[in-house]
Each structure stands twice: as structure tokens, then as C-alpha cells.
T-cell receptor
């Protein structure tokens, strides 16, 4: 079956602009996670959803970052007033349920802020 | 408390050799310890995982050794192959959340 998909695969934007990154999880997976991976580093947790609600958003770096999952499936990560330090690969993962189920990662969106 | 420390940063092994990557954690509430494999341009993929009620888990050529008292765990890749060349990440999480805390990664190169 289809895995986790993320669009776009690459996004180049200018400092100060707004961007949206989309994640399509595996069908039937109730838990969805966003991570950010900087070059040469491990993924860093941003937020996770159980169904439609954000169960833990403790990893969002500041109020410029926001994520939604209105129907409990597709999720969008939104970044306002982008800064050069936001440049990274944004990874989405889903799992059947929360807790210690296997998380299946998408290929990521590479965001470059000029 | 949330940190997971991974070593070495990079590793070169000859084909057929054993690759060993180590991780140490601080938070004793962690109860799930997966290893992920990542190829360039791809997302991480689960390789093998262990819970602290066992000291070792083996799946094919991959083995996790877990030392609860030392708060350390390691990945052993037996009979390493050039196709194993990738970046490996250890991670940890607690049972009531899937939030994974990742190590910094180890880049493995297996020479033919």
C-alpha cells in the first residue's frame, strides 16, 4: 500500500514569507507526527496529533509554527514569517495508534529560506 | 533528561565485518528504543526496536543489546554489506506518547 507522502518535496522561499507543508499519512493511521531534521542531525520532534487534536505541541519552536489536522487524516504544517534558521527537512510520520507503535516516515519536504 | 547521545559519529567497516553503534540515555521513563536507518533523500525507516524488559533482540543480521542499569543500548550489524551504508539513528520514547527523541546519527560506510 501507499506510504506516507509529503508535498512539496522541495520548497524555496524568501525570508518573511509564509509556507505550508502537507502530509498525507498512511490510510487508517490515527497518530501523525511532525519532525524537523537539520543537516547532519537527528530528527527533532515538533508536534503530534491523535486524531484531529494536537496531543503534544511542545516541540514547536515558537508561535510562527502551527499545524492542523482538521479531518484526522491530512495534516498541514504552517510557518509564518519564515527565517533562514527555519531551513531544514520537515519530516512527517504516522502510526496506527499513538504510544510505541512503529512510526512510518515520509520522504520529507526540504525547506530552504533565502 | 530528554537527551539521547549516540556514538560514533561515523564508522567505516569492511564488508563482512561487524558494525557497532552505541547510544546512552538519561530519562529512566523511556520504555521504547528503536533504531532507524536513513538513506540520502529518504525518510528514516524502522530497523529494529526493543523494550527494557529484555536485554537483547535479534532480527536477521541486526541485534540490539540493552543495558538498563547503565542506561545504554547498542546496535550490532553482523556480516555488514555495502548496501548497509546509510545513516543510523537510535531513538527513545515513553509509553504514553509516541514522541521520539533521536540521537545525532551515525554515518556507516561499508567498504567492498
Amino acid at each position: 500500500g501507499a506510504g506516507v507522502s509529503q508535498t512539496p518535496s522541495n520548497k524555496v522561499t524568501e525570508k518573511g514569507k509564509y509556507v505550508e507543508l502537507r502530509c498525507d499519512p498512511i490510510s487508517g493511521h490515527t497518530a501523525l507526527y511532525w519532525y524537523r531534521q537539520s543537516l547532519g542531525q537527528g530528527p527533532e520532534f515538533l508536534i503530534y496529533f491523535q486524531g484531529t487534536g494536537a496531543a503534544d505541541d511542545s516541540g514547536l519552536p515558537n508561535d510562527r509554527f502551527f499545524a492542523v489536522r482538521p479531518e484526522g487524516s491530512v495534516s498541514t504544517l504552517k510557518i509564518q514569517r519564515t527565517e533562514r534558521g527555519d531551513s531544514a527537512v520537515y519530516l512527517c510520520a504516522s502510526s496506527l495508534m499513538f504510544s510505541s507503535d512503529t512510526q512510518y516516515f515520509g520522504p520529507g519536504t526540504r525547506l530552504t529560506v533565502l | 533528561q530528554q537527551q539521547v547521545k549516540q556514538s560514533p559519529q561515523s564508522l567505516i567497516v569492511q564488508k563482512g565485518g561487524i558494525s557497532i553503534i552505541n547510544c546512552a540515555y538519561e530519562n529512566t521513563a523511556f520504555d521504547y528504543f528503536p533504531w532507524y536507518q536513513q538513506f540520502p533523500g529518504k525518510g528514516p525507516a524502522l530497523l529494529i526496536a526493543i523494550r527494557p524488559d529484555v536485554s537483547e533482540k535479534k532480527e536477521g543480521r541486526f541485534t540490539i543489546s540493552f543495558n538498563k542499569s547503565a542506561k545504554q543500548f547498542s546496535l550490532h550489524i553482523m556480516d555488514s554489506q555495502p548496501g548497509d551504508s546509510a545513516t543510523y539513528f537510535c531513538a527513545a520514547s515513553t509509553g504514553n506518547t509516541g514522541k521520539l527523541i533521536f540521537g545525532q546519527g551515525t554515518t556507516l560506510q561499508v567498504k567492498p
